[in-house]
């Protein structure tokens, strides 16, 4: 029933937990951060940790360091987002799960707003992946599930009906499965069940007009993706366990603009 909780380090908790305040919008472009001092209270961590994780933000393209300004977040647009998502994409699985980390805010974003502005022709395009999906996984066919993933989260992407949000998505998309290593890391570590699951769970909270109920669906599975991979192939360059930062840190990262 249960399986061993892979450690993460205080840098790729700091991480989530920026990426969730960009993707939420409490981050907005050209938000300047507070001083690594007063960043270093505010999450409990020491400044290397802090350090860290903004150099896995700067390379993953959402901040900007420009001395002796400070810090900024960067906006997000595919040019801007193109050549270090690029870098990022370097085929180890570590890379892999450091865009787990920002696509879960990304698309949980989207499933939120799915919610609220989907059509009924929107839905029956999300439901109509389903069955694809479901028979995909009775076959055992990862490539065919695969296929299928792709199709309904665009669909939903597509439902959000925000254009620049669906040509962001599509970039993601068309960086990552440039590379074949990824792609087979992926599709060799899922649960074919559990994954049915989830994409059912997200779809009915979305055929509810429950944005919180989709988010929450979304996050936990992509959360629940990257701790399939993680547990497969190991943490990859991921530090040893530690405490996660307190879950409302962000107080003063908001109050910074």
């Not at 939420?24 to 350090?51: H, Y």
Request: glycine letters at 6%.
């Amino acid at each position: 029933m249960f399986t061993k909780v892979a450690p993460r380090s205080i840098s790729d908790e700091i991480v989530d937990q920026v990426i969730s305040a960009i993707f939420s919008g409490k981050l907005p472009a050209g938000s300047k951060l507070p001083a690594e001092r007063a960043l270093s209270q505010t999450f409990g961590v020491g400044r290397q940790a802090l350090r860290e994780a903004i150099q896995k933000l700067q390379g993953m393209g959402l901040l900007e360091v420009r001395k002796p300004q400070g810090t900024f977040v960067k906006a997000l647009t595919t040019a801007a987002l193109r050549q270090p998502l690029a870098r990022l994409f370097n085929g180890d699985v570590g890379s892999f799960l450091h865009f787990l980390d920002l696509r879960k805010w990304m698309e949980a974003t989207t499933a939120a707003e799915a919610a609220e502005h989907a059509t009924a022709a929107d839905i029956r395009r999300i439901e109509g992946t389903l069955p694809r999906l479901h028979a995909a996984a009775a076959r055992r066919d990862r490539e065919a599930l695969d296929e299928a993933d792709v199709a309904f989260h665009m669909a939903i992407v597509a439902a959000t009906h925000n254009s620049p949000l669906v040509h962001l998505v599509d970039t993601f998309g068309n960086l990552m499965w440039a590379s074949h290593g990824l792609r087979l890391a992926v599709l060799r570590a899922q649960n074919l069940e559990t994954i049915c699951e989830e994409h059912t769970a997200i779809a009915q909270a979305i055929r509810g007009r429950a944005p919180d109920r989709a988010q929450d669906a979304m996050l936990r599975h992509i959360e629940m993706t990257r701790n399939r991979v993680e547990r497969v192939y190991g943490p990859d360059a991921h530090g040893a366990a530690a405490p996660r930062p307190h879950p409302q840190s962000f107080s003063l990262l908001t109050q910074a603009r």
